[in-house]
């Protein structure tokens, strides 16, 4: 191969490759190219055209430019507007850039014009011709780009080096990849290269065409089907019969009419017909339409069931399936009463709070029964999205209404009882609050323009009566606890729980057993020994657990031995269900000296919870045990407080907090302690080990403390109570504020407790400790 060098203006190209023996015209429009080209005009009319390796660079450098370009004869220039410059050239040999000479005005460089050497005519080189005019034959059928045409020109072409060329400038490749054959100079080796680029096309062009063709078919099978059911619908025409569309919208026309909806969803659902005809039944939208129109047809508009307002009846229903419970039953008396006769009442939103298996779940079914509404309950524990309470948007791929709309379409009716389960169970996160989205279901006032995000329509929900349940109000939000009415269902007493077993639990789970009454029966006593011994809970839910376990063991016993019926009694409870497993605090048969009887509730019903305080010689420090929480240990510090401030009063050195250290700990320090009720307790406590007076043992007390001595009022005072009495004690001293709470205490809990009200501390402290004689 011939090399020639020479001095030559350069124009480097962005997304061209220009081989030899191409023609190609080009704009022109960077001030140093138009500058290169006017050198070249004026010389030789010759110029060295080499590719930018970044076609975006709009003023490369020497090493943004390839070193292998072509040597091209500049054939014709026309300037066009806005100065562009379209010029016309043709390739003339390969050539590599020794050096720059000039960057400014323009770009010239020295290079090597390499002259390929004469073709050597051997059996390798034809060959490689023919697999090449061979490959190449296949990428012009195969390729719409190219004219079948150029095979011709070929034909006569005995110039390997040429033929290669030519070919390489109509392949429609990667810049990168015409860079690669432009820069092989050997002959053979270039033919080799292009004969495996055109076989990679060859590949990725049989790919395309079976993508194609299979695309193809499909659109052929849809057009096929479309032209048959078109003509379908002509023959049926001819005939005077109805095709399958036209069936379906008569069909739902006659729903419509008959299903006496409101004059807005009337017209919502006969305008979605119409766009059902004019979509068609096979299209995707024609599914979102039926289904749209189906929930509009199945929801009770007009439907209402005829409320029962025999209040006497209902009395009976509520009293039959619950015992105890006055509050519940008492307030939904009242509203029966007050719709008996007012004729119209909007139905009330009622919220049941105790803690689990008090029976607020079954309470929502008995009242349904006892008004004649259709039942529906929708649980709300872990719901946090939006959506679940309103619905999705039609816009959305499988759009669904949400559960209110579901509960509705559920119940039958437009008046059910609606039971919102679990509400303080609810969270929130990026999709929205649901607790928000129930402010609107929630509200009396509002309800009755309730619209879900589906349905687009307004829903009248003010005839539904809401009943919700909750473990507890601290999580429910303020505005949704305003729109409804608190009834608390605290925990059952034993006297209760002793009834519910007798008249529900145990017959419940016989019959749920299949076994006759006579066949297993219950003493009290054993009831009373799994009431106190096996379960420690406010409701009955593990109460009817152990009944049902002990049901299955009798049973056991009685194939076994092939006895007929068995008396269950503490010996066999004992038995069936091991050794006792609950034992009741109880309180100490002595006074003594720093020990004071507190009450707690808890989520089994409410405990004893004794408070101790050790006196001794030191410097004053305070320390707290038993694993108290914040409250408890603030209530702490403040009767301290207390104590230094009025040491005198209660005959105690003023300086003790100089020469004294006090302990105070709450027994079962494995178990978290908190809250403020505690305050009157620590306050005694620390009295009488500091005054070395004794505190009476048969004295429970509860209630929070101020600075000042103010006796502040508490809650579950029921609870607190029962485990006073459980426990032995005969006395309880309560705050003056929880005076109205005894109305409601049990006459049997109230019969046997001596209840001493305080406002203020030094009345606590007079009946609880014991003065010397």
Not at 318 to 323: G, M, Q, R, V
Not at 554 to 569: P, Q
Request: aromatic share 6%.
């Amino acid at each position: 191969m011939d090399k020639k060098v020479k001095e030559i203006p350069l124009i480097p190209l962005r997304g061209i490759t220009i081989f030899p023996y191409m023609v190609l015209h080009f704009d022109v429009g960077r001030e140093k190219s138009i500058a290169a080209l006017e050198e070249a005009m004026m010389r030789d009319q010759e110029i060295f055209l080499v590719s930018q390796k970044d076609a975006k660079i709009e003023e490369p450098e020497e090493s943004e430019i390839y070193t292998v370009g072509t040597l091209c004869s500049i054939k014709q220039i026309l300037k066009l507007p806005g100065d562009t410059v379209r010029v016309l050239v043709e390739g003339l040999s390969r050539a590599k850039i020794i050096k720059y000479v000039e960057k400014e005005p323009f770009y010239k460089a020295e290079i090597n014009v390499l002259e390929e050497d004469d073709y050597v005519k051997d059996n390798k080189c034809e060959a490689l011709v023919r697999t090449l005019r061979e490959v190449f034959e296949d990428y012009i059928k195969l390729s719409a780009t190219i004219p079948s045409e150029a095979l011709i020109s070929f034909d006569d072409m005995e110039d390997p080096g040429r033929l290669c060329d030519i070919i390489s400038s109509y392949l429609m490749l990667k810049g990168d990849i015409k860079q690669e054959l432009l820069e092989v100079f050997d002959i053979a080796k270039r033919i080799e290269k292009l004969i495996v680029v055109i076989n990679n096309e060859l590949e990725i062009l049989n790919i395309e065409k079976k993508i194609g063709v299979r695309v193809k078919n499909k659109i052929d099978k849809v057009q096929k089907e479309y032209y048959l059911r078109e003509q379908l619908k002509a023959i049926q025409e001819e005939l005077g019969e109805d095709d399958e569309e036209k069936k379906e919208i008569t069909k739902y026309k006659n729903k419509i009419k008959k299903a006496k909806l409101p004059k807005q969803a009337k017209e919502r659902a006969l305008h979605e017909l119409e766009r059902l005809k004019n979509t068609g039944s096979y299209s995707s939208e024609g599914g979102v339409i039926r289904s749209y129109v189906d929930w509009i047809l199945e929801l009770p508009w007009n439907v209402e069931t005829t409320d029962n307002v025999d209040i006497k009846r209902a009395r009976e229903i509520l009293e039959a399936e619950h015992y105890g419970l006055d509050d519940v039953k008492d307030r939904i008396i009242e509203y029966l009463a007050v719709k008996h006769m007012s004729k119209s009442l909007k139905g009330p939103i009622l919220c049941l709070v105790g803690p689990p298996g008090v029976g607020k779940t079954s309470i929502a079914k008995s009242v349904a029964h006892a008004l004649n509404r259709n039942f529906v309950r929708m649980s709300l524990g872990g719901v946090k999205d939006e959506a679940e309470i309103r619905g999705h948007r039609k816009t959305y791929v499988g759009a669904i209404p949400g559960r209110i709309v579901y509960g509705m379409k559920q119940a039958k009716s437009k008046n059910p009882l609606f039971l919102l389960d679990e509400i303080d169970k609810m969270s929130n996160d990026f999709r929205g609050d649901p607790s928000d989205a129930l402010l609107e279901v929630l509200d009396s006032e509002q309800n009755n323009t309730f619209r879900d995000h589906y349905l687009e329509l307004e829903m009248d929900l003010s005839d539904v009566m809401f009943i919700t349940t909750a473990n507890t109000l601290d999580t429910i939000p303020r505005p949704l606890l305003d729109r409804m009415e608190i009834i608390d269902v605290s925990g059952y007493t034993y006297e209760e729980k002793l009834n519910i077993a007798k008249r529900h639990l145990v017959p419940k789970q016989l019959k749920e057993h299949n076994v006759d009454e006579d066949i297993i029966k219950f003493t009290d006593s054993a009831i009373s020994e799994i009431i106190e011994g096996y379960t420690r809970e406010s409701g009955v839910r593990s109460l009817e657990r152990q009944i049902a376990s002990v049901i299955r063991k009798s049973l056991t016993e009685m194939l076994e031995k092939d006895t007929k019926s068995e008396n269950i009694t503490i010996s066999q409870i004992k038995k069936y269900l091991g050794n006792v497993k609950f034992t009741y605090d109880k309180a100490d048969k002595e006074d003594k000296i720093g020990v004071v009887t507190g009450m707690a509730w808890t989520a089994y019903g409410g405990d004893i919870l004794p408070i101790e305080v050790s006196a001794m010689s030191g410097t004053g420090k305070l320390e707290l045990t038993g694993q108290l929480g914040d409250v408890m240990k603030e209530s702490a510090k403040a009767g301290y407080s207390y104590v230094r401030a009025n040491a005198s009063k209660y005959g105690i050195d003023p300086d003790f907090y100089k020469t004294t250290d006090l302990h105070i700990h709450v027994p079962e320090g494995a178990v978290p302690k908190d809250g403020p009720s505690a305050g009157v307790t620590m306050i005694s406590a620390i009295v009488s080990a500091l005054s070395k007076k004794k505190v009476r043992h048969n004295v429970a007390m509860t209630g929070e403390i101020t600075l000042t001595g103010r006796v502040l009022p508490i809650g579950g005072l029921k609870e607190k109570c029962l485990a006073a009495y459980r426990a032995g004690i005969d006395t309880v001293i309560i705050p003056k504020e929880n005076e109205k709470d005894l109305l409601k205490m049990p006459k049997s809990i109230k019969s046997k407790l001596n209840f001493i009200v305080a406002t203020h501390i030094d009345e606590v402290i007079k009946d609880a400790l014991i003065e010397e004689k």
